[in-house]
Antibody, heavy 123, light 112 residues
Framework: EVQLVESGGGLVKPGGSLRLSCAAS????????MNWVRQAPGKGLEWVSS????????YYGDSLRGRFTISRDNAKNSLYLQINRLRAEDTAVYFC????????????????WGQGTLVIVSS | DIVMTQSPDSLAVSLGERATINCKSS????????????LAWYQQKPGQPPKLLIY???TRESGVPDRFSGSGSGTDFTLTISSLQAEDVAIYYC????????FGQGTKVEIK
């Protein structure tokens, strides 16, 4: 059974930093592209970033490039998202999600999701 | 960037009746090289992560009841729930993956 467990969220002051983690199990993590999607309270889904299986292809949402850094460690079956210079509008549940298919590029449709980790940016 | 627009924002349907949700992309998501539409549908219930229902615009994910169906091509797509059940109350999102992924704003489905 595929499991994705996010961690690292919490309350952070504006301007601060956080590193989110996603621990994967139940599938060959090294073969799949992975993604971060966020959801602000009471709002819709926003794609954040995608990374290919070998980390060669990395993509970010247009408004997020520069403050967000996605990475992965295939030896540890883990996905990460570093967020710097946090703003109030970054307050959201951050989900990690797995691509459904094994292909070279990243960011297709997502067949497995974690429960999410909540990030609150407030002074 | 491709913008996804869903309609309506919400709808109320009687149990056993049909629910129809529309999704329009700002440009075609049909890849001519493989004739596939890069369009997915998700269901999200309160307090839960989204669940993949449909991919390639019309292929049902394993385990998804056959009352859910997807149709359309190019820029116009539809998710149909043929006979609404109580457990289908949720928010539904379309998503294109032709370019960097983008979601529609969501459609809330309730019981009338």
């Amino acid at each position: 059974e595929v499991q994705l467990v996010e961690s690292g969220g919490g309350l952070v002051k504006p301007g601060g930093s956080l590193r989110l983690s996603c621990a994967a199990s139940g599938f060959a993590f090294r073969n799949y592209s992975m993604n971060w999607v966020r959801q602000a309270p009471g709002k819709g889904l926003e794609w954040v970033s995608s990374i290919s299986s070998n980390s060669r292809h990395i993509y970010y949402g247009d408004s997020l490039r520069g403050r967000f850094t996605i990475s992965r460690d295939n030896a540890k079956n883990s996905l990460y998202l570093q967020i710097n210079r946090l703003r109030a509008e970054d307050t959201a549940v951050y989900f990690c999600a797995k691509d459904r298919e094994i292909i070279a590029a990243a960011g297709l449709d997502f067949d497995s999701w974690g429960q999410g980790t909540l990030v609150i940016v407030s002074s | 960037d491709i913008v996804m627009t869903q309609s309506p924002d919400s709808l109320a349907v009687s149990l056993g009746e049909r629910a129809t949700i529309n999704c329009k992309s700002s440009q075609s998501v049909l890849y001519s090289s493989n004739n596939k539409d890069y369009l997915a549908w998700y269901q999200q219930k309160p307090g839960q992560p989204p669940k993949l229902l449909i991919y390639w615009a019309s292929t049902r994910e394993s385990g998804v009841p056959d009352r859910f169906s997807g149709s359309g091509s190019g820029t116009d797509f539809t998710l149909t729930i043929s006979s609404l059940q109580a457990e289908d109350v949720a928010i539904y999102y379309c998503q294109q993956y032709y370019s960097n992924p983008a979601f529609g704003q969501g459609t809330k489905v309730e019981i009338k």
